[in-house]
């Protein structure tokens, strides 16, 4: 660990802590109060953060009991330790760990022969480790109560207090106080989630930085380049615009300053908010690694306080500037109608288990299967009423078991195939009034949103893996459920997402139909059409309106469950109709009016 003060550049000498968790010299700091002059207060030379100083004098400040610890250890490996017992100042040759004195011969022989200190324990420098300096034994003494050891924490007053204090100023009918033991567990706990949560937050800070840094950088460039171009406009005109010239290149100068100093005033509050955190977590680690009781409890206070400060000045990402990428075609498939010949009418479009895109053609009522290469594999369905033939077939969905599941309107029936296509069984759509989107969720239950029907709630109906009806989410938080298929979705963790069309955002169920909470999308307002999960992430659908009564899909959100908003994709078409995702991340899209399924670049990899 470095023992030099950041002032002087010279080995700490009495250590005295700022409000930033920055440390320097006493003396160093006296001189820079009185260098900067400032009334009540000092500001650190590193991260400009300012700390109250009502007296002015920095010995009021709170010491760094680590580094004090290190520079005992580093004297007593250069044999230049004093006695702290005897006025003699004889060199030191052993430390006794419960008084955490440092003792010469004379001192060690009275230790060792007088009664009240027979159960001391000795330890010979030569022998002595960085565990003995840093001894949790080692208690402070009471001010007010002369040689009163300060064994028990008042959380109501926040402060270290001894035996007789509990009895007299700090009576249990009126304050609360624990062992110093207890309290000081309670402390490390909430300092280590400090320090996790710190060492985050600085990280998505130096994120951020780097970014800034590319954007000065990027201005720059771009400032010389408009000169550039602005130098190579006015060379071609007549000599009456010469004068003009150097106006406008003042004016991409100007402009070019102004973003050049927002920029850089934004760059440099970054850079302090990172050393801010940087400084926490150093301090945070030393003092959970070597601090002892009492220093986990004096210093704890000010490291929260400064944490919180900290919090509340980093800001996240800024999703509302977030870049929207125009996703890239990089190839289509599909197959037409063997007998008529015609283009098929796309219904839906599905991901297996296995990999394979399972393709719906309404026209010809039956299921086209392709591999993840777009390479046509096989069919399923077609006309008519025997089991595994489809009538008027709205919708598909896959599930993670492997096999196929496929709605029709006219009878309100599901039928189950394999990813073979081979027919398993069927059953009805009891309980549903409107039926619309469709899912299967791990446990291989089916679950079918019902936009309900005059006196009948609308909800979402769950059958089990044989298609006995379960019960029916009332799903009363939404004022109602959207028409749009792609309105529900499964989590990995076999939670139930529902979009909430009108709110425009998503509500999350437990198995059993429990609404557990609301996920709001953390940026400007989005008019959220439908859901994928992938990878843990919400994949939101958004509408895109082309005219007054058109509406079709207009591009993809990627969001953490938290309502973060992590990347944007727009389709290059405008006119996109059904959507899915394979297990690579490529979307698939068909547009209408076209027989073929589209696909683009991962959205993993942006």
Same mark, same amino acid.
């Given at each position: 660990?470095?023992?030099?003060?950041?002032?002087?550049?010279?080995?700490?000498?009495?250590?005295?802590?700022?409000?930033?968790?920055?440390?320097?010299?006493?003396?160093?700091?006296?001189?820079?109060?009185?260098?900067?002059?400032?009334?009540?207060?000092?500001?650190?030379?590193?991260?400009?953060?300012?700390?109250?100083?009502?007296?002015?004098?920095?010995?009021?400040?709170?010491?760094?009991?680590i580094v004090g610890m290190l520079l005992e250890v580093k004297s007593v490996e250069a044999g230049a330790v004093t006695c702290t017992s005897c006025e003699e100042n004889s060199s030191a040759v052993c430390r006794c760990l419960d008084c955490a004195a440092f003792l010469c011969s004379n001192c060690q022989g009275a230790h060792r022969?007088?009664?009240?200190?027979?159960?001391?324990?000795?330890?010979?420098?030569?022998?002595?480790?960085?565990?003995?300096?840093?001894?949790?034994?080692?208690?402070?003494?009471?001010?007010?109560?002369?040689?009163?050891?300060?064994?028990?924490?008042?959380?109501?007053?926040?402060?270290?207090?001894?035996?007789?204090c509990t009895a007299i100023d700090h009576r249990m009918t009126s304050h609360q106080y624990v062992y110093i033991n207890d309290a000081a567990a309670v402390m490390k706990e909430r300092l280590l989630y400090l320090l996790e949560n710190g060492r985050k937050r600085s990280e998505d800070v130096r994120v951020q930085l780097l970014q800034?840094?590319?954007?000065?950088?990027?201005?720059?460039?771009?400032?010389?380049?408009?000169?550039?171009?602005?130098?190579?406009?006015?060379?071609?005109?007549?000599?009456?615009?010469?004068?003009r010239q150097e106006e406008m290149r003042q004016d991409v100068e100007t402009l070019y300053q102004r973003q050049q100093q927002f920029l850089n005033t934004q760059s440099k509050s970054l850079q302090y908010d990172e050393e801010r955190l940087q400084a926490g977590t150093r301090f945070v680690e030393k003092l959970v690694t070597y601090?002892?009781?009492?220093?986990?409890?004096?210093?704890?206070?000010?490291?929260?306080?400064?944490?919180?400060?900290?919090?509340?000045?980093?800001?996240?990402?800024?999703?509302?500037?977030?870049?929207?990428?125009?996703?890239?075609?990089?190839?289509?498939?599909?197959?037409?109608?063997?007998?008529?010949?015609?283009?098929?009418?796309?219904?839906?479009? &599905?991901?297996? *288990?296995?990999?394979?895109?399972? =393709?719906? $053609?309404?026209?010809?009522?039956? #299921? %086209? @299967?392709?591999?993840? !290469?777009?390479?046509?594999?096989?069919?399923?369905?077609?006309?008519?009423?025997?089991?595994?033939?489809?009538?008027?077939?709205?919708?598909?969905?896959?599930?993670?078991?492997?096999?196929?599941?496929?709605?029709?309107?006219?009878?309100?029936?599901?039928?189950?195939?394999?990813?073979?296509?081979?027919?398993?069984?069927?059953?009805?759509?009891?309980?549903?009034?409107?039926?619309?989107?469709?899912?299967?969720?791990?446990?291989?239950?089916?679950?079918?949103?019902?936009?309900?029907?005059?006196?009948?709630?609308?909800?979402?109906?769950?059958?089990?893996?044989?298609?006995?009806?379960?019960?029916?989410?009332?799903?009363?938080?939404?004022?109602?459920?959207?028409?749009?298929?792609?309105?529900? &979705?499964?989590? *990995?963790?076999?939670?139930?997402? =529902?979009? $909430?069309?009108?709110?425009?955002? #998503? %509500? @999350?169920?437990?198995? !059993?139909?429990?609404?557990?909470?609301?996920?709001?999308?953390?940026?400007?307002?989005?008019?959220?059409?439908?859901?994928?999960?992938?990878?843990?992430?919400?994949?939101?659908?958004?509408?895109?309106?082309?005219?007054?009564?058109?509406?079709?899909?207009?591009?993809?959100?990627?969001?953490?469950?938290?309502?973060?908003?992590?990347?944007?994709?727009?389709?290059?078409?405008?006119?996109?109709?059904?959507?899915?995702?394979?297990?690579?991340?490529?979307?698939?899209?068909?547009?209408?009016?076209?027989?073929?399924?589209?696909?683009?670049?991962?959205?993993?990899?942006?």
């Amino acid at each position: 660990m470095e023992l030099q003060c950041g002032l002087c550049d010279h080995q700490y000498s009495q250590p005295r802590v700022l409000s930033c968790l920055h440390t320097y010299c006493l003396s160093c700091l006296e001189t820079l109060v009185k260098k900067q002059d400032r009334e009540g207060e000092v500001c650190c030379p590193v991260c400009q953060q300012r700390t109250l100083l009502p007296s002015s004098d920095p010995s009021t400040l709170p010491s760094d009991p680590i580094v004090g610890m290190l520079l005992e250890v580093k004297s007593v490996e250069a044999g230049a330790v004093t006695c702290t017992s005897c006025e003699e100042n004889s060199s030191a040759v052993c430390r006794c760990l419960d008084c955490a004195a440092f003792l010469c011969s004379n001192c060690q022989g009275a230790h060792r022969f007088m009664k009240c200190f027979k159960s001391h324990r000795l330890v010979e420098l030569e022998k002595l480790s960085i565990g003995d300096l840093a001894s949790p034994v080692k208690l402070l003494t009471c001010t007010k109560h002369d040689g009163e050891a300060l064994e028990f924490y008042c959380n109501t007053c926040d402060m270290l207090v001894c035996l007789k204090c509990t009895a007299i100023d700090h009576r249990m009918t009126s304050h609360q106080y624990v062992y110093i033991n207890d309290a000081a567990a309670v402390m490390k706990e909430r300092l280590l989630y400090l320090l996790e949560n710190g060492r985050k937050r600085s990280e998505d800070v130096r994120v951020q930085l780097l970014q800034m840094e590319e954007k000065i950088d990027h201005v720059q460039v771009e400032g010389t380049r408009v000169k550039g171009e602005v130098d190579k406009v006015f060379h071609t005109l007549l000599t009456k615009l010469e004068d003009r010239q150097e106006e406008m290149r003042q004016d991409v100068e100007t402009l070019y300053q102004r973003q050049q100093q927002f920029l850089n005033t934004q760059s440099k509050s970054l850079q302090y908010d990172e050393e801010r955190l940087q400084a926490g977590t150093r301090f945070v680690e030393k003092l959970v690694t070597y601090g002892s009781t009492s220093d986990l409890l004096t210093c704890g206070k000010l490291v929260t306080s400064q944490f919180d400060l900290l919090f509340k000045q980093c800001t996240g990402n800024d999703t509302e500037s977030m870049d929207v990428t125009e996703l890239h075609k990089v190839g289509s498939f599909g197959k037409r109608v063997e007998k008529s010949g015609d283009s098929p009418h796309i219904g839906c479009i &599905a991901v297996g *288990a296995n990999g394979n895109i399972y =393709v719906l $053609d309404m026209y010809s009522w039956l #299921v %086209q @299967v392709f591999d993840k !290469e777009g390479k046509y594999c096989f069919k399923f369905g077609g006309r008519g009423q025997s089991p595994g033939q489809l009538q008027r077939p709205v919708e598909l969905a896959t599930s993670t078991k492997g096999y196929i599941a496929v709605r029709e309107s006219t009878t309100d029936r599901i039928q189950i195939f394999s990813d073979t296509g081979q027919f398993i069984f069927k059953f009805w759509l009891h309980g549903v009034h409107k039926p619309r989107s469709m899912v299967i969720d791990r446990r291989g239950r089916f679950l079918v949103e019902d936009v309900g029907k005059g006196r009948f709630p609308h909800g979402v109906v769950i059958y089990n893996s044989d298609g006995k009806l379960l019960t029916k989410i009332q799903c009363t938080e939404i004022s109602k459920l959207s028409v749009n298929r792609y309105s529900l &979705a499964i989590s *990995a963790q076999n939670q139930l997402l =529902v979009v $909430d069309h009108r709110a425009n955002c #998503v %509500q @999350v169920y437990s198995e !059993e139909g429990r609404h557990l909470r609301t996920i709001h999308p953390r940026c400007s307002r989005l008019d959220i059409r439908g859901i994928i999960m992938d990878q843990n992430k919400l994949i939101l659908i958004l509408n895109n309106r082309v005219d007054r009564d058109s509406w079709y899909i207009g591009g993809l959100v990627v969001m953490a469950k938290d309502g973060t908003v992590l990347d944007k994709f727009k389709f290059p078409e405008k006119v996109v109709t059904h959507v899915a995702l394979t297990h690579e991340g490529c979307p698939l899209a068909v547009l209408l009016g076209s027989s073929d399924i589209h696909v683009y670049g991962s959205i993993h990899t942006k």
